[in-house]
């Protein structure tokens, strides 16, 4: 089970982009690997509001474009991508409320480094990532692993759902289930879904 004490054990970075430069990054100490190429393929992407998720070997990266900005994570596979999307959400939310973007991305010599004290913040997000309340864990039975495993699933899915129950897919071990989680976070059900792609 992760250790949701210790998210920071399981992340490899968090990105703010614009299309044409990045203008915040956060990395683990003493984290030297770069990410460049990964964020080149997230930019090509241009729809707006809609988390998208990419397995890259042992690495998970979950991105999102909100207005001007481009918000992306990544993490190591013990990590779900519902995880990476409530991190996201509430960064996002906590850039805004500090910095007003749109005002400093107006001036033509703006320099990214004015974003460097998020870092601090973006520290204190994640070790307190826990107590935040942003995502739920719910037991889901998996009828081909014969088990219960670990679905977490972002608070915000659920509360901000036009209907109930909310269907999510849970891929495990090569295979994938489809749960239906309520809105007191309950399973209703769960079935094995074909995927392609």
């Not at 949701?4 to 992340?11: P, S």
């Not at 973007?101 to 320099?111: A, M, R």
């Not at 891929?171 to 309520?182: K, P």
Request: hydrophobic fraction near 40%; aromatic fraction near 12%.
């Amino acid at each position: 089970m992760l250790d949701f004490k210790n998210v920071v054990n399981y992340l490899e970075f968090i990105n703010i982009s614009t299309d044409d430069q990045s203008i915040f990054e956060w990395k683990p100490p003493n984290s030297y690997k770069s990410y460049m190429l990964d964020l080149n393929i997230v930019k090509q992407n241009r729809m707006s509001n809609i988390f998208f998720h990419l397995n890259k070997g042992n690495l998970k990266i979950v991105h999102i474009r909100k207005e001007k900005l481009i918000y992306s994570a990544g993490a190591t596979n013990e990590i779900q991508f519902q995880l990476l999307e409530a991190l996201i959400e509430y960064i996002s939310k906590k850039f805004y409320e500090i910095w007003d973007v749109d005002y400093v991305l107006s001036y033509e010599n703006f320099t990214p480094t004015v974003f460097n004290p998020f870092k601090k913040d973006v520290q204190k997000i994640i070790e307190n990532f826990h107590t935040l309340d942003l995502i739920k864990v719910i037991n889901v039975e998996c009828m081909v692993c014969d088990k219960l495993l670990p679905l977490i699933v972002k608070v915000s899915l659920i509360k901000n759902a036009e209907s109930y129950p909310v269907p999510i897919v849970f891929d495990h071990l090569g295979h994938s289930i489809l749960c239906y989680i309520d809105k007191n976070f309950h399973v209703r059900g769960i079935e094995l879904v074909n995927k392609t792609g």
